[in-house]
């Protein structure tokens, strides 16, 4: 016994010692450059955001967040890339709800486990989205929309952010509700999709008010129905797809910060309370009122509530609908 304990004293000395400077790392981080994944292309609405946010906190924490656009499948490909990152606070993500609740079950053999493999820091905002045409197309009601598309079954396409995207389902789901036949086009985010809109190659869309927001008042193309429960506060006028008779066909996207599994959790308190403080300054606070965002910041643990519930809600939309599984 003699001899076992100061072996034991020993051991525990060394184990303090190894913990000493993670530690202390833990409290000094940033110490160096941080990674800011982005699933979708450059110049859509959740890159403008993701950017903006980036250098706020750039400022907040002393060291570069650099972003780092990684395209495809709706944010799928980011995320699947995400797991595979050490959990050191190094590398975080902007995500989409897309990526995180939408095609890990559209995917049979899906290549990352969103409830295991992600840490939440912090719920950013909450989205709608909108049905909308270009200004080639006759139509400038949403009837006319339905109508336009039962007289040209197969011929009416609707581009959306990507394959497994909320606009995707939120379209497919409106096809089946609606009786209609349309072709969906997926785009690698929503800044391409809505130069092709302004340009005319795609007749109809599904997109983020936010990415659109600007264009649709500035008259480039026509929204002619908010995807959502309730109207908004900036388009008054535009009807919601539930007033009109089809409310399983709401797409609310979300955007959040997340990271993989295993930060610490200092890590993640420093980035949630830097991120709470970034967006309380004024250049934030009017970037999120011209996209049309509505805040949802909040702590880790309600954002986990929140993934955990609507990973739940699109597991059940997508495995009734055996429709969706196949695209």
């Known amino acids: 016994m003699s001899k076992i304990f100061p072996r034991i004293l020993c051991v ?28 979708f292309a450059a110049g859509g609405g959740l890159d403008v955001l993701a950017r903006a946010l980036a250098t706020k906190l750039s400022t907040k924490l002393g060291q570069p967040m650099i972003v780092e656009n990684i395209v495809g499948v709706a944010g799928a ?52 989205g909108a049905l909308v045409v270009n200004n080639d197309l006759p139509i400038k009601s949403f009837p006319q929309f339905l109508q336009y598309a039962k007289d040209n079954p197969g011929k009416l396409s609707f581009g959306t952010p990507g394959l497994g995207s909320i606009g995707h389902i939120g379209g497919e789901i409106l096809k089946k509700a609606a009786g209609i036949n349309m072709l969906n086009v997926p785009y690698k985010g929503d800044g391409p999709l809505a130069t092709d809109l302004i340009a005319g190659t795609i007749p109809a869309g599904i997109i983020a008010i936010p990415a659109a927001a600007g264009m649709i008042k500035a008259g480039q193309f026509r929204a002619i129905a908010l995807l959502g429960t309730e109207r908004s506060r900036d388009f008054p006028d535009l009807p919601t797809i539930v007033e009109l008779g089809y409310p399983t066909a709401t797409v609310q996207p979300w955007i959040g910060l997340i990271a993989p599994a295993g930060v610490p959790g200092a890590i993640v308190n420093k980035l949630n309370q830097a991120t709470r403080e970034a967006f309380t300054d ?12 509505r ?14 519930t609507e990973y739940e809600r699109w597991r059940k939309v997508i495995n009734e609908s055996p429709e969706l599984k196949s695209l």
Do not use: C, W
């Open 77 to 128: 490909i980011m995320a699947q890339r995400l797991a595979t990152e050490a959990p050191d606070g190094y590398t975080i993500a902007v995500a989409a709800s897309s990526a995180l609740v939408i095609n890990v079950h559209m995917n049979p053999k899906p290549s990352y486990d969103t409830l295991k493999d992600f840490q939440p820091i912090i719920l950013l905002v909450n989205q709608d």
């Open 282 to 293: 004024p250049q934030i606070l009017q970037l999120l009122r011209t996209q049309n965002n």
């Open 295 to 308: 805040i949802a910041i909040g702590t880790p643990e309600q954002f986990r509530e929140h993934i955990a």
């Open 12 to 39: 525990l000395a060394m184990i303090g010692i190894a913990a000493g400077p993670a530690r202390a790392q833990e409290t000094n981080y940033p110490t160096k450059r941080v990674r800011v994944l982005v699933g």
